[in-house]
């Protein structure tokens, strides 16, 4: 019986699919393990090798673990709303549903071919109604709650309603906007539903308020910072420009600190821990007020250094900030006008990227020096954003090296702030040195002068101490049709909850997925679609994020329809045990998960502070692109001649991308090239050796590059089976390869070679049941230890290697053991779940699946050597090999040896001298 993939395979899914395999117990003894893949947006494109590498990763520890004896939950889902699908509606008319419905279709059975022990039964899709009710339902738990600093957690609105109630505003700690009003219990009394509802948005964890977001006319809507690209959409590469509007937050800065101090207590890489830091960006400063007399009101500033105070001669505004308008003289109006019109259609990631970049614009106006009373210019300049603390910096050009850059460029003042400081190169300002030109701090250290500067700001009520974190909230309204409506509606201009046994609040049907003729978002286009009747719902829907900050809960109740998960199956999950996905969300995603999961947890809903205890990002598999040589003619344009790649710097060419499916260990298929275009169908070629040998390029996979390699392809041709060992033996998880389809054919002769091992020469099945030998022993003892240890540190493609040579020894020893080829199965089962399923099956294991049999005991008494091969010289010079037991003493040795008939030979009736015998060594005889 030959090896045949195609129909094992299909079999097994089939059984898996029928049986529920991969189910989890919802009453077990078992400890329980969960592992999770960051899910994916089913693109039209379907997946491509470079996508599963993380899912077969994951797909294996899975397994590992329930041959470990653990209580598994392994699920998959779609994180299914988002932009791609709404372009296409709006190109067709197509509800976006219908494509993405379409989208899923392919993805999951390209997934099932593959062979994953998801539990399909659990699989969600954020843009079905029965998910999207509980992503509603969490933002009206965030609307309904505001974070209390005393007990350093979010809590009910309700118990900051009571505090207003009985004492008014006073002595309340809480993460709020700057704005809030002073009040008594009697002024909140007298205050009307609408005071107080307005009152109550400046400290709800969601709220509405007019932000600076990145506006692209031509799609309608907000885009996320990662969304833009050197000013462009991501999707179309139209103009994006920064634009103030009333938009809904997420107040995700009230958990920096703790977001900060989780980080400490997960097993992630280092490089994404610190890029979560970075984002996060706590500084320890002063904030300080400059006064502005002319427009009775000051400039609030942040600073770090507040030593560096009487080094400022300019303040710098972001040009979004709100006094812009007021503090411009009509002498600079125009000129101002145009630098904001100009910055506004730079995104804040490319502002923030351009250090080489200097522009900016006099207002025309000045601040008071909040302690020398001096006249300080005031400046806009894109380098400060609106966002990232107050939207205002105290330029020291003395102390900050884009502050010196500015100066030097628009001849402003540099004043000297130490003694040891030089001015042609100002870096940050050493802290060494005494001050100077520092009024009263002149003289001091910088432990001395912080303090003393911070009472006088204090004393002068234009500062105090504080601690300001580079995270800003995080946008959460998006103009667009295909994502969560937000359950509120407005009375009297102010946010409501609709009640929540209304939930959810359905997508409702629009003529088109545009924005309207007036500029209101898609639902806006919907009729009859008010909240009883008469009030205006929210029309902006919820951003990509939303459905995928808290989708690892679902999973573990995800029929549940009275909560988002019952409270015993958050009790028994917990948390992810194993996080696997890409580096790219680092400072989105996981950090969006993160806060949901601590919100959550402070209003009482699990017990877990952290959503993912361990994550791994997988690398990416590159595209290995292939080309081939156009001739061109004396004019340069192309030619109808196609030259291989060692002849071709005896021509004139441009190399081409072709399409690498029809390039085989690097040979063209011209015929297939001919028919793969109408312009190709009458190519010539000019081979070397009869053959059109391509360049080739190691890129991103892209369609644009025809480097694609579809895994159904390689499936058809090879197995789901031979698609994950290749993708393990690649190379390290972590790590970025390239792909080659060229290197596939031995990880398929492989497995082959296992099927061998089953079956004797004539194809039948056959194994024994004899006691194995020793050596058979020893070489399947040493892949149950090499592939635990390399599972439990995700080293899959040692794993692989280790495979290849235990399969080898075995076929050397010509074992047919049950004892030895049950335990390899096992072992194998992980990497290779169709081929060990089918052989176990053949084993005469004919009820359940090798996905629940026991890991194998690692023995290491069959790893100790008992006797020893030694080489044997003779005066120096190796004649032979003699194995001896280990524990032989010296005199046994020498009978022995000198006993053995080759030696005799070799030794020629010579007497002996000396035998020199090094245990586990050598034996040189000396005559």
Request: some cysteine; charged content about 25%; aromatic content about 12%.
């Amino acid at each position: 019986m030959e090896y045949n993939h195609q129909s094992l395979e299909k079999k097994w899914q089939h059984f898996w699919a029928d049986n529920g395999t991969f189910k989890p117990s919802e009453s077990t003894d078992k400890p329980k393990y969960y592992v999770l893949d960051m899910f994916p947006y089913p693109s039209g494109a379907g997946l491509h090798v470079g996508h599963p590498l993380g899912y077969i990763a994951s797909d294996i520890f899975a397994r590992y673990k329930r041959l470990k004896g653990f209580n598994v939950l392994h699920p998959m889902g779609y994180d299914s709303f988002g932009l791609p699908a709404e372009q296409y509606a709006i190109q067709t008319g197509q509800h976006p549903a219908i494509t993405t419905d379409a989208n899923i279709n392919r993805y999951r059975e390209q997934m099932d071919n593959i062979g994953f022990s998801y539990d399909w039964s659990r699989e969600i899709r954020t843009s079905n109604a029965d998910y999207y009710k509980w992503t509603q339902w969490i933002f009206m738990q965030l609307f309904d709650a505001w974070y209390n600093k005393d007990s350093d957690k979010a809590e009910s609105i309700n118990t900051l309603i009571e505090k207003f109630e009985t004492s008014g505003s006073l002595g309340i700690k809480a993460v709020s906007d700057e704005d809030v009003n002073e009040f008594t219990a009697a002024e909140w009394g007298a205050y009307s539903e609408e005071e107080q509802q307005r009152e109550l948005l400046k400290y709800r964890l969601a709220y509405l308020r007019e932000s600076t977001v990145n506006w692209c006319a031509a799609l309608g809507t907000v885009l996320a910072n990662d969304e833009v690209i050197n000013g462009l959409s991501e999707r179309g590469g139209y103009p994006v420009e920064q634009k103030k509007m009333m938009q809904w937050s997420m107040r995700i800065t009230a958990y920096a600190d703790r977001l900060l101090r989780g980080l400490d207590t997960i097993d992630w890489p280092e490089p994404l821990v610190e890029m979560q830091r970075n984002w996060i960006g706590k500084s320890v400063g002063a904030s300080v007020k400059f006064p502005v007399p002319q427009i009775n009101t000051d400039i609030e500033v942040f600073t770090t250094r507040v030593d560096t105070i009487f080094g400022v001669s300019f303040v710098v505004l972001a040009p979004e900030h709100d006094l812009v308008s007021t503090l411009t003289t009509e002498a600079q109006r125009a000129e101002i006008e145009a630098y904001i019109d100009k910055t506004s259609k730079k995104s804040e990631l490319d502002r923030m990227a351009d250090t080489k970049t200097v522009s900016g614009a006099f207002t025309g106006s000045f601040a008071k020096h909040p302690i020398t009373g001096e006249d300080v210019q005031i400046w806009i300049a894109d380098y400060v954003l609106a966002g990232y603390g107050t939207g205002a910096v105290m330029a020291v050009p003395s102390g900050d090296q884009r502050d010196y850059v500015f100066a030097k460029h628009f001849n402003l003042p540099i004043v000297p702030i130490s003694d040891t400081q030089q001015l042609d190169e100002a870096a940050d300002a050493n802290k060494d040195g005494k001050y100077i030109n520092s009024g009263f701090i002149n003289g001091m250290t910088y432990e001395e002068a912080v303090p003393a500067l911070v009472a006088k700001l204090e004393e002068l009520k234009l500062g105090k101490a504080k601690v300001n974190f580079r995270m800003r909230d995080a946008i959460f309204g998006r103009q667009r049709y295909w994502g969560e409506p937000v359950p509120v509606y407005f009375k009297n201009g102010l946010p409501y909850l609709i009640n929540e046994a209304e939930l959810p609040l359905l997508l409702p049907e629009v003529d088109k997925y545009l924005p309207t003729e007036s500029g209101e978002p898609p639902l806006g286009r919907a009729t009859d679609w008010k909240y009883q009747d008469q009030y205006e719902y929210e029309l902006s829907t919820m951003p990509g994020w939303a459905g995928s900050s808290w989708y690892w809960f679902r999973y573990m109740d995800p029929q549940n329809a009275d909560a988002f998960a019952s409270k015993e199956s958050v009790e028994y999950w917990k948390s992810v045990d194993l996080y696997i996905g890409g580096s790219e969300h680092a400072t989105g995603h996981l950090l969006y998960s993160r806060f949901w999961n601590k919100a959550l947890k402070d209003l009482g809903f699990h017990n877990e502070e952290e959503p993912f205890k361990k994550l791994i990002n997988q690398g990416m598999i590159q595209g290995r692109s292939s080309f081939v040589y156009r001739v061109l003619d004396e004019e340069g344009r192309g030619t109808n001649q196609f030259v291989s790649l060692g002849l071709k710097d005896s021509y004139k060419t441009i190399a081409l991308h072709v399409d690498v499916n029809i390039v085989h260990n690097d040979v063209l298929d011209t015929e297939k090239f001919k028919a793969s275009r109408p312009d190709y169908a009458l190519a010539e070629f000019v081979l070397e050796n009869g053959k059109y040998i391509c360049g080739t390029e190691v890129e991103k996979m892209s369609k644009s590059k025809f480097n694609v390699v579809n895994p159904d392809d390689i499936i058809s041709a090879y197995g789901a089976d031979t698609l994950r060992l290749y993708e393990m033996f690649l190379g390290p998880l972590e790590q970025a390869k390239p792909w080659n389809t060229n290197g596939i054919e031995g990880v398929y002769k492989f497995l082959r070679k296992v099927w061998r091992l089953f079956h004797d020469a004539e194809g039948n099945f056959h194994v024994s049941d004899e006691e194995p030998t020793k050596a058979e022993f020893k070489a399947v003892h040493k892949i149950i230890k090499k592939v635990e240890d390399d599972v439990e540190r995700f080293s899959f493609n040692t794993s692989v290697s280790a495979f290849m040579i235990c399969v080898n020894e075995l076929t050397d020893l010509k074992s047919d053991k049950r004892k030895v080829l049950e335990d390899l199965l096992i072992v194998l089962q992980p990497y290779a779940p169709h081929i060990t399923e089918e052989l176990w099956s053949l084993l005469g294991h004919k009820a359940g699946s090798i996905s629940y049999a026991a890991y194998p005991v690692f023995n290491p008494a069959y790893l100790v050597e008992s006797e020893f091969a030694y080489p044997v010289s003779v005066n120096g010079k190796m004649k032979m090999n003699l194995s001896l037991a280990l524990d032989l003493d010296q005199k046994t040795v020498e009978e022995t040896v000198l006993a053995n008939a080759d030696v005799q030979r070799y030794l020629d009736g010579k007497a002996v001298k000396k035998l020199i015998f090094v245990k586990g060594k050598i034996i040189n005889i000396v005559v």
